[in-house]
């Protein structure tokens, strides 16, 4: 099976610190891969790499829609990465926080939809029906994810968890193939965590593969089909769930040295 | 060849000022990232308290080595404490607002202030007693090099002198480096960042200050209206060194002093102030992290 | 409410003003004549001036302080909600109808009811409403701090004036051509310069407006320098010959129905796909471009469009004053619009109409003031920065009832 997402060879070096060090890693299509690593190995800047906002300073990224037709993300501005059809969420939450919960997913069409200064202007049929297509969309999106009720707050008065989810459905509404993940549970309770669980089976069920970067290691393990381990900006290891729970050098990594001398 | 010499030396005259006032521009925008577009006026108000505080003097009869030095004091103390009160006025409240609030309130602070001054005292330009005699020993160089020009490279030289020691070598220095480094991480070191934000504002304006009162000497004028200017051919300057880099304001200013001396000199002084500004659009658009300045990813 | 503690701190800040003040207030020096004038008078003033800002500034701090306080408390919740009066107003049609009924009568019958001086006035101020409306989709929509948009207003005046003089066009034809102009010219600048840092397009603006202003004034061949372009012909009407006051009345409604325009346009592009990505921007570039936006194309736009506002009101200007110099395009226009955007509230319609009048017209009738125009500009920047960022007016985002299905 061809994967959707590969990426080989991927290094990121700021200044004279190599975050990223020749990273490979492969998302086959309906799946959901996890990458793991203590904090600070580089998760965050391989999405950021990924999806256009840092310059990676070698390597090569493939994307493979279902129908064929590989295409090259390096070096495309992250607008066109988006387009292309890779759709992130951040670890520090960045949600329009001024705009209403409806409007920050109708952002999210924004690369699907076509209406310039002058539909805008004279509002004419198929900017009017465009318009009516983006509030539909957005707002099944939103009920899908528990949020329907509250698409007239402003973003930022959501509690923390509903941030979290409306940042997967602005994701989600730019029609991704491979859906990003940066941390989706960080500050969620057990009851909100499990519907995470649930939620991100649902999106894969509907034929999204899903790269996720997670700490809490319940989840990773109960969702993931395969895992990637990475510190200090090295793949450590790869596996299913249970090849990475018995890996001696992930034990390592994440217990730290001192574990042999205790 | 004299000419050549004579446009060189005034060039260099020019970038020591720019110099004196870039300073400010680059410590503020290194550790709060603002371009404190109030910092012309600060020079501005410097340039003015010095005038003020020198003729007093100079009718209570002070002698002349006096007047200098109290007038310098007067000076630096004065714009100082503006800077201090404009900081702890206009951007403290906006440490943690959109990034267009600070500014926005910058543009405030320097018209206000330019106003301020218009008001409290007069919108016509005033005569500026020049305070630095002709040196007799400089007599053979007159044809190139003046006496004020030559006092005001070496004020400038010392001052960089000093003021590199302090930022290398002073606990207050190094706090300024960390904080330009990492806020945040300064603040959890136990660094007083508000206090650093101070003394860097205070740092910034007193040498403003003493650059408004040597180019205003040496000028012969002054009115409300030259921070404007100054400001803004300051920053390029800084801009131009590459932002938040201490040497590049100075590297830059030097460049841009010289750059205007010949231009004007040789080419045409109608246009003096349109070859700063589109010197700092075509840094921006080809190099915009400045000649000394690091290219640094924006964390995401 | 207000403590002995907080006097005691209000004195000490007056003592502070007073001291940082006294070289500049309370002596003026003639160096050439040598007289010293001691001005002991303004000490009072400023420090009673400070005494009164800081109590003032202090119980605004503690009330809104006591209000976070009780909806931290989940107090605030149980109270009915509080909505602001201008929001009531704006949001309940059985008041604005009205309102807005009423202050459309009052500006259809100015004309009539006023001298042709009054008229005069209020057409400075409708155009400075539309520029307003214009920068504040640069500034205030889409968040690019544009400090030389007098550029493109000058750009604007010029092109009639010298489209006019040397090609003998009317004023109907420069009208969209002005506009076109002045949005290329936004092109030209923003392509190199939006994909910057967004403080670095402030002092590049700024830079731009004075490159304008400067070759307007020192290119005689191109702009007849400083002495500027005179005799510039008012708009026609069908070729009718007007007397002075009739051509006034005639441009004071050419700027009612331009403001309306303006509205309709500024208000659609606000609430379309193009406006929201524009306020995305503001909030987030980072998070905008992730979600599949074209950061440099959506800020160009802006840029272009807001230009082409003040291309258009710049030829209604050559009009209107029948000369053009470059003193009329300096800094300081673009300063007062900027506060214009400022005071109305960023990317509010209805706010930025009512900070033009206010600003515009205010000083015109209360002379004693204008002499203090530029300063309390400079400070109303300040004080609404750090008071009510959000301006007089906030911006209001549309809303969406969705059926229950
Ligand atoms: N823009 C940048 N400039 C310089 N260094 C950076 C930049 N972005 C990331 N780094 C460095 O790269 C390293 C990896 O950081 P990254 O945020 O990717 O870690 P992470 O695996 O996501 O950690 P966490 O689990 O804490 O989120 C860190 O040392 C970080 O300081
Ligand atoms: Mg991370």
Not at chain 3, 69 to 81: D, H, S, T, V
Not at chain 3, 133 to 138: A, M, R
Not at chain 3, 191 to 211: H, K, N, Q, S
Request: net charge positive; proline share 4%.
């Amino acid at each position: 099976m061809t994967p959707v997402l590969e990426v080989t060879g991927l290094t990121m070096d700021f200044g004279g610190i190599r975050a990223l060090d020749r990273l490979d890693l492969r998302v086959n299509p309906g799946e959901i891969v996890a990458l793991i690593g203590p904090n600070g190995a580089g998760k965050t800047t391989f999405f950021n790499c990924l999806t256009g906002l840092y310059r990676p300073t070698a390597g090569d990224l493939l994307l493979t829609p279902p129908d064929g037709g590989t295409r090259r993300l390096n070096g495309l501005k992250p607008n066109h990465v988006t387009m292309q059809g890779l759709a992130r969420t951040f670890q520090n939450i960045r949600l329009f926080p001024n705009m209403t919960v409806l409007e920050n997913v109708m952002i999210g069409r924004h690369c699907r939809t076509r209406a310039r200064v002058l539909g805008a202007i004279f509002r004419d049929r198929r900017t009017r029906q465009e318009e009516r297509e983006i509030v539909a969309l957005s707002v099944s999106i939103l009920k899908e994810l528990g949020l329907g009720d509250m698409i007239n707050e402003f973003a930022k008065n959501l509690p923390y968890g509903a941030q979290r989810r409306l940042e997967i459905a602005r994701a989600l509404a730019t029609d991704p193939l491979v859906l990003l993940l940066d941390e989706p549970a960080a500050g969620m309770n057990p009851q909100e965590t499990r519907e995470l669980d649930e939620l991100i089976r649902r999106i894969r069920d509907k034929g999204l593969s899903i790269l996720l970067i997670e700490h809490d290691m319940k989840l990773v393990m109960s969702l993931s089909d395969y895992i990637f381990v990475m510190d200090y900006g090295k793949k450590i290891a790869e596996g299913t769930p249970e090849e990475i729970r018995t890996n001696p050098a992930v034990i390592k990594a994440y217990l730290g040295e001192d574990m042999d001398d205790a | 060849m004299d000419y050549f010499v004579e446009l060189f030396f005034s060039g260099l005259t020019r970038g020591s000022i720019y110099a004196l006032i870039a300073l400010g521009y680059t410590m503020v925008y290194g550790i709060i990232g603002l371009i404190n577009f109030a910092h012309g006026e600060i020079y501005m108000i410097g340039a003015f308290t010095a005038l003020i505080v020198s003729t007093v003097l100079s009718i209570f009869g002070f002698p002349l080595p006096a007047i200098i030095i109290l007038t310098a004091l007067a000076a630096a103390i004065w714009a100082s404490a503006y800077g201090y009160t404009v900081e702890k006025l206009a951007y403290r409240p906006l440490r943690n607002a959109p990034r267009l609030s600070p500014l926005i309130s910058a543009i405030g602070m320097s018209m206000f202030l330019q106003n301020y001054v218009l008001l409290a005292q007069t919108p016509d330009f005033l005569p500026f007693p020049a305070l630095i005699p002709d040196f007799d020993f400089m007599e053979p160089y007159a044809g190139f090099i003046g006496s004020s020009d030559m006092v005001i490279l070496v004020t400038t030289t010392v001052i960089m002198i000093l003021l590199t020691l302090l930022i290398k070598f002073t606990r207050t220095g190094k706090a300024m480096r960390a904080t330009a480094q990492d806020r945040k991480m300064a603040m959890l070191v136990g660094i007083n960042v508000d206090h650093v934000i101070s003394v860097t504002f205070i740092i910034g304006s007193a040498l403003a200050a003493i650059g408004g009162m040597l180019i205003a000497s040496h000028i012969g004028q002054i009115n409300f209206y030259i921070g404007f200017i100054a400001g803004i051919k300051a920053f390029t300057a800084a801009v131009l060194g590459g932002i938040g880099s201490i040497p590049g304001a100075v590297l830059g200013s030097f460049i841009l002093g010289l750059t205007e001396s010949f231009a004007t000199g040789y080419v045409s002084s109608d246009y003096e102030d349109v070859f700063a500004f589109s010197l700092l659009v075509l840094i921006l658009i080809f190099r915009p992290s400045g000649l000394l300045g690091k290219a640094t990813i924006e964390k995401v | 409410m207000i403590s002995l503690k907080d006097i005691g701190k209000a004195c000490i800040i007056a003592l502070w003003f007073v001291a940082l003040t006294f070289p500049l207030m309370v002596i003026k020096v003639n160096p050439i004549d040598r007289i010293i004038i001691w001005r002991w008078h303004n000490m009072l003033w400023v420090g009673l001036g400070s005494f009164l800002c800081y109590l003032a500034g202090r119980a605004w701090l503690m009330r809104r302080e006591i209000r976070l306080r009780r909806i931290r408390q989940g107090l605030e919740a149980e109270l009915p909600q509080r909505t602001p009066l201008s929001r009531r107003i704006i949001q309940d049609p059985v008041i604005h109808r009205p309102l807005l009924a009423a202050g459309a009568l009052f500006f259809l019958i100015f004309p009539l009811l006023f001298s042709t001086y009054q008229t005069n006035i209020m057409i400075t101020a409708l155009m400075y409403v539309v520029l307003g409306l214009g920068l504040n989709i640069v500034v205030g929509v889409a968040g690019l701090l544009d400090l030389g948009y007098v550029a493109f207003y000058a750009v604007g005046a010029y092109a009639y004036a010298l489209l006019n003089l040397h090609f003998g066009l009317g004023f109907w034809t420069v009208l969209p051509i002005g506009g076109l102009l002045a949005a290329t010219f936004g092109i030209l600048l923003g392509f190199p310069v939006l994909r910057l840092r967004g403080d670095y397009l402030a002092i590049v603006t700024l830079g731009f407006g004075e490159i304008i202003r400067l070759i307007l004034e020192n290119w005689n061949e191109f702009s007849h320098g400083p002495s500027g372009i005179s005799n510039i012909p008012r708009p026609g009407f069908f070729g009718i010959q007007m007397s002075l006051d009739h051509s006034i009345t005639y441009l004071y409604y050419l700027m009612i129905a331009m403001v309306v325009f303006t509205i309709f346009v500024v208000n659609r592009l606000q609430n379309s796909r193009i406006g929201r990505a524009w306020f995305a921007l503001r909030e987030d570039e980072i998070a905008c471009q992730a979600m599949g936006i074209d950061k440099t194309r959506t800020k160009l736009t802006a840029f272009a469009l807001g230009a082409f506002w003040a291309g258009m009101v710049g030829v209604i200007f050559a009009a209107k004053t029948t000369f053009v110099n470059p003193a009329s395009f300096t800094f300081l226009e673009s300063a007062i619009i900027l506060c214009i955007v400022v005071l109305g509230g960023m990317g509010s319609i209805v706010g930025v109409i009512i900070a033009a009048l206010v600003l515009i017209l205010l000083p015109e009738y209360l002379r004693a003031f204008s002499e203090y125009r530029m300063l309390v500009f400079g400070a109303v920047l300040v004080i609404m920065m750090v008071f009510r960022p959000q301006g007089i007016i906030a911006n209001i985002r549309k809303t969406y009832r969705i059926g229950i299905d």
